[in-house]
């Protein structure tokens, strides 16, 4: 039954490379980049032993700590990624419980991530070769800690299925993972901060840091297996035995889990029942005028807060002022005035991949025939009167907290400017250089296949347009930064208000030209991607 | 999928609004003197019928080397209530689809009531109400929302738009879940709630793609309701369905297509010439197996 679930797995894999030659490529870049990450872990652990075992082994124990953390938690945001070999399809099957814990444990491991944690294992295990017991206790806690990733991801990603069923968690958790992947920079930012506050010098701060984290994640499961070898080569035998229970204790755990929630969810299948999104009245159609741009407007909007893919870059617009304060080392820096500009960019750059986004439901617009100009309209509208209270509120508050209040009509000038002209370019790329994006109700993780070249293109080539559009504004402003000239002040003022509306505006126009024209080719390229 | 394959000898069937099937009857009987894959019209056409709702003349679509309506005339007479019925991959989504306006023709021309469409698309989308098949909706909105969303981007007014909302969230059962998102309804709400938008701004003809597909029979019979009503005042509505009994039983016209051509098209009397609509369309479309062929299934 092993094998049975290995060959299906390769078999899948095998035809998804002759779906797609983009597929086959993906796979060889993957593989590579593990195979280098490993080679590169492996030589950093044989070097390490012999330099520094105590540095090395710490190192060790949380590198190896938060791969297991990875494992355990990505495949819940990262929902539909990989549905290959998931449990609900075997239901129909008939398969004994044990004989498909086995089988699907044994399919984990055949991917690129599973071959990479055992080489990895082995590899790492190998640098002990002179210490005959600590290499066997290194090969003891690779194998544990290689089962504790696969079995753990399953069992969690299997216990939690009813919760990650519902429509409403899933959603919720999509964007709440922004939030730390937001802040993964500054927070080594900050970090790095302190350790130069400290003054002390680098070099005797780092080990200590280093040797307190890994004691601390060598009594959890996660570090446990991986702290193995350490102690034994420190001669710390009931440490070693401590840190073999634990691990042994959480395999055995996540082992029963798993098998508890396989058994249930084989007998319970999936349903949508719980959770079903509700709303009160008719929301924005109440509030913008009665209009086919003030529809679309209306539509976009509600889709910023419902829609995931959307309410995902939302949820990272207010973290963008903490992160630019993390950046600048905590205090008022004045990299922090870049704040309001780099807002209206992001704002203005979101509706780039409108009409990809909308899919085939795009055919209501076509079969209505509403005009380019109204669903170009509306889809600013919905960006542009929200991005302007953001952005002006984010420039005051830039402002205030670096009491540069001499500078506000540059940083005015830049930010209207740059919302202004990401809309426009927005407005024809969306509707000129369409690329695949995550369907509706897919993960905003989850990249289309095939979609790296066009995607690259169209972003590419969008970004240029806007460069070069934006030239005037920014050499004004950056002249106005460096002269600390009031007058180039004001001028970017109007030259960036002056352009942005003119952008946008041209924008709209020639976008909608374009949809007025392509329309129903339009409806069919997005769905050529569904 | 590489170009250097010979034209197919057989119409093939795509339908770009139908998820991929992995092959769906191939007709057996070549018409004779067919053309192969570029419009050889054989006698010039009639010109279009201006008093007909929709007269489609010469009709063409190609999908890379797949010729999914190959040469379709057909006049659907003002106020029918006409019924297009095709086998799986026939090309009826794709003939409607070039009908509305959702996708535009190789060659032939569209006249709706004696105005050629594809001139002016904005124009005749005004008298049409479209129900596609296989498109998603904008489901993060509520079913309310939907419909109102329809109707606003119809230019209409927010009063109308309302009052009409509540009337078709009625009609078609659909009120108690009036603000519900689509996303959580059932695939036969679904259906409903894309007939509502439809709907919305009483057009003067109808186009609805497989609107019966998984709607339950109560609703279904209210649905029949409406249309016939719909019909009885003058309105024109398409339908396509596989069902051949319910179109027996609803429609007055009907037309049988497979493989992109129209084998028979008139009054279902006409095209049903004494046998029951079933049998006709079996033996126009051919395809039928003997059930021989597994003996091992058995249960014994």
């Known amino acids: ?435 695949p994006t995550p369907k509706p109700g897919d993960s905003p993780f989850k990249q289309p296949q095939g979609a790296a070249m066009a995607t690259m293109i169209s972003q590419g080539l969008g970004s240029l347009a806007s460069m070069v559009v934006s030239l005037p504004y920014l050499a004004l402003a950056i002249a106005a930064l460096l002269t600390s000239s009031a007058l180039l002040g004001w001028l970017t003022l109007g030259v960036g208000v002056v352009e942005g509306v003119a952008v946008m505006l041209l924008g709209i126009r020639w976008g909608a030209r374009i949809f007025d024209r392509r329309g129903p080719e339009l409806l069919q390229q997005v769905m050529s991607y569904a | 999928m590489s170009a250097q394959q010979p034209p197919p000898s057989g119409p093939p069937r795509l339908d770009p609004f139908a998820p991929p099937a992995p092959d769906a009857l191939r007709p057996p009987r070549p018409v004779a003197g067919q053309p192969q894959g570029a419009p050889q019209p054989t006698a010039p056409p009639p010109p279009p019928d201006p008093n007909a709702a929709f007269s489609i003349r010469g009709l063409w679509k190609r999908f890379g080397d797949k010729t999914a309506v190959a040469g379709v005339d057909l006049d659907v007479p003002s106020g029918s209530f006409y019924g297009i019925v095709g086998p799986n991959g026939a090309g009826k989504t794709t003939m409607l689809s070039m009908a509305t306006g959702l996708l535009r023709p190789d060659f032939g021309t569209v006249s709706i009531h004696g105005a050629d469409f594809w001139s002016d698309p904005v124009a005749g989308k005004r008298r049409l109400g479209v129900l596609p098949d296989g498109v998603r909706l904008f489901d993060r909105l509520t079913g309310e929302q939907l419909i109102t969303y329809a109707g606003l981007l119809r230019g209409m007014d927010r009063d109308v738009v309302a009052e009409r909302t509540a009337d078709l969230l009625r009609a078609l059962d659909l009120a108690a879940d009036a603000k519900t998102l689509v996303v959580d309804y059932s695939a036969g709400m679904t259906k409903k709630v894309a007939l509502a938008s439809a709907l919305i701004h009483a057009p003067a003809i109808l186009v609805l793609d497989e609107p019966f597909e998984a709607v339950d029979p109560v609703s279904a019979a209210n649905i029949r309701d409406i249309l016939a009503s719909y019909v009885r005042s003058g309105g024109t509505v398409v339908v396509s369905s596989h069902v051949m009994d319910l179109v027996q039983r609803m429609c007055d016209h009907v037309a049988i297509i497979a493989s992109g051509r129209i084998l028979a098209a008139g009054t279902v009397d006409e095209v049903r010439a004494g046998a029951s609509l079933e049998d006709r369309f079996v033996d126009l479309v051919g395809g039928r197996q003997s059930a021989e062929g597994l003996a091992w299934l058995r249960s014994s």
Not at chain 1, 87 to 92: D, F, K
Not at chain 1, 123 to 130: E, F, I, Q
Not at chain 1, 240 to 252: K, S, T
Not at chain 1, 308 to 317: D, E
Request: hydrophobic share 55%; net charge positive.
């Open chain 1, 1 to 435: 039954m092993v094998a049975l679930f290995v060959r299906l797995r390769l078999t899948l894999m095998a035809n998804s490379f002759k779906r797609s030659v983009w597929q086959l490529i993906g796979f060889i870049l993957a593989a590579l980049y593990a195979a280098g990450l490993v080679v590169m872990a492996v030589f950093g652990t044989v070097v390490g032993v012999r330099a520094d075992p105590h540095i090395t082994t710490d190192v060790v124990t949380i590198v190896g700590a938060v791969t297991v953390l990875a494992w355990w938690v990505v495949p819940l945001f990262a929902f539909g990624v990989d549905a290959t070999l998931d449990p609900q399809r075997l239901v129909t099957y008939g398969v004994p419980r044990r004989s498909l814990l086995a089988g699907l444990t044994a399919a984990g491991l055949t991917s690129v991530p599973g071959f990479a944690m055992v080489a990895l294992a082995l590899g790492m295990a190998l640098a002990w070769v002179r210490e005959p017991a600590t290499l066997l206790a290194a090969l003891v806690g690779g194998a544990l800690a290689v089962a504790l990733c696969v079995v753990g991801s399953r069992a969690i990603t299997t216990a939690l299925a009813p919760l990650l069923e519902s429509r409403r968690y899933r959603e919720v958790l999509t964007i709440a993972a922004f939030v730390p992947i937001m802040l993964v920079g500054p927070a080594f930012a900050w970090g790095a901060a302190r350790l130069e506050e400290g003054g002390s010098g680098l070099a005797e701060q780092i080990p200590a840091l280093l040797e307190q984290v890994a004691r601390m994640a060598g009594w959890t499961p996660l570090g446990a297996p991986w702290g193995l070898a350490g102690s034994v080569h420190d001669g710390e035998w009931l440490l070693a035995l401590a840190r073999l229970l634990i691990a042994g204790f959480a395999l055995g755990l996540l082992w029963w889990l798993w098998d508890v929630s396989l058994a249930r969810s084989l007998v319970s299948p999936p349903t949508a029942g719980a959770g079903k999104g509700r709303s009160k009245g008719l929301g924005w159609f109440d509030r913008t005028p009665a209009t086919p741009a003030g529809a679309v407007a209306a539509r976009a909007l509600t889709y910023w807060f419902r829609d995931p893919r959307y309410s995902g870059s939302v949820a990272v617009i207010p973290l963008l002022p903490v992160v630019l304060l993390a950046v600048g080392g905590g205090s008022a820096n004045e990299i922090l005035l870049i704040l309001a500009p780099l807002t209206a960019w992001i704002l203005g750059y979101a509706i780039s991949a409108d009409i990809s986004y909308d899919s085939s439901a795009f055919a209501l617009h076509v079969a209505t025939g509403v005009s380019g100009r109204d669903d170009r309209t509306g889809r600013v509208l919905a960006v542009g009167i929200p991005g302007l209270v953001v952005v002006a509120a984010f420039a005051a508050i830039s402002l205030g907290v670096t009491g540069r209040w001499d500078l506000a009509p540059v940083v005015l000038g830049a930010s209207l400017g740059a919302l202004g002209v990401s809309l426009g370019v927005s407005s024809v790329t969306s509707a000129r250089l369409l690329y």
